[in-house]
């Protein structure tokens, strides 16, 4: 059982990061999310998509971001537009059965202005 977040880095302010998220050998997700942490900051919540592909975003997206998933490939992906230095955190994706949330390890994003 596995989450694995990818395409984090560094990229300047107005540019744009897709981030993907796989889930190995975890079936029946209802809900997927990703969520960030700034240093000295609480965790908060970006973005979450169902299985029925309802989507819900945090009040600082601002439209800039979108959530997506495939479902043949178990894999939820983040495209991040117009990034600001404010979105510099490391962001983490859950996925979540009826049983459990599983987290990955997390995915740095820096963004320099």
């Known amino acids: 059982v596995q989450v694995v977040e990818s395409g984090g880095g560094l990229v300047q302010a107005g540019g744009s990061l897709r981030l993907s998220c796989v889930a190995s050998d975890i079936f029946s997700i209802g809900f997927s999310g990703w969520y960030r942490q700034a240093p000295g900051k609480q965790c908060e919540v970006v973005a979450s998509?169902?299985?029925?592909?309802?989507?819900e975003y945090g009040d600082f997206v601002k439209g800039r971001f979108t959530i997506s998933r495939d479902h043949d490939k178990n894999t939820v992906y983040r495209q991040m537009n117009d990034l600001e230095p404010a979105d510099t955190a490391v962001y983490y994706c859950?996925?979540?059965?009826?049983?459990?949330?599983?987290w990955g390890q997390g995915t740095q994003v820096t963004v320099s202005s």
């Open positions: 998509i169902t299985n029925n592909d309802s989507t």
């Open positions: 859950a996925r979540e059965t009826r049983l459990r949330r599983y």
